[in-house]
């Protein structure tokens, strides 16, 4: 059974702070991982999908790695602003399913 | 991208009645559609799985009496919560693919529905 783990839980950073958010799977017989973005009350924004053939992904501040060998992918995001408060939750499939992890939730502090 | 959408984006009803979410994809045709369910502070569950003209596949220790999914159109995706009580109170979050998608899998998420039950 696929178990997805993220570290931090919780992450609180000064706004300019370059950081890393860190997402583990226990199954390494992926064919993609996505980042998401979800708001409090709101349903989830798709960040970045990286194919299982691919080592990163970058979307404007945000780079996304896969280390499908290892079972981890991290999250990096430059120069961070306020507007980047949010739960970040990584997710892979497993079949027609994603497995999502419990998410890290990061605030940006002004 | 693709867009998917939820109505009502939340509902009060009082315990024992039921109630009704529709699950929407705006740009494209699912034929497989999701629920989840997310209590706070929590990850999302997966319910089941919707496929357009069969009967849902429920995960384990989901009831599905309880929880009736109906997927009639390739746009269109139900979620009734039946005899609703307050430990149903959650967050229910859908998301359909597109099978015509770039990506293969991936998945387009609704805005949710907050439902709480009095």
Sequence with gaps: ?110 | GAVVSQHPSWVICKSGTSVKIECRSLDFQATTMFWYRQFPKQSLMLMATSNEGSKATYEQGVEKDKFLINHASLTLSTLTVTSAHPEDSSFYICSARDPEGEFYNEQFFGPGTRLTVL
């Design chain 1, 1 to 110: 059974k696929q178990e997805v783990t993220q570290i931090p839980a919780a992450l609180s950073v000064p706004e300019g702070e370059n950081l890393v958010l860190n997402c583990s799977f226990t199954d390494s017989a992926i064919y993609n991982l996505q980042w998401f973005r979800q708001d409090p009350g709101k349903g989830l924004t798709s960040l970045l999908l990286i194919q299982s053939s691919q080592r990163e992904q970058t979307s404007g501040r945000l780079n996304a790695s896969l280390d499908k060998s290892s079972g981890r992918s991290t999250l990096y995001i430059a120069a961070s602003q306020p507007g980047d408060s949010a739960t970040y939750l990584c997710a892979v499939p497993s079949g027609s399913r994603l497995t999502f992890g419990e998410g890290t939730q990061l605030t940006v502090n002004p």
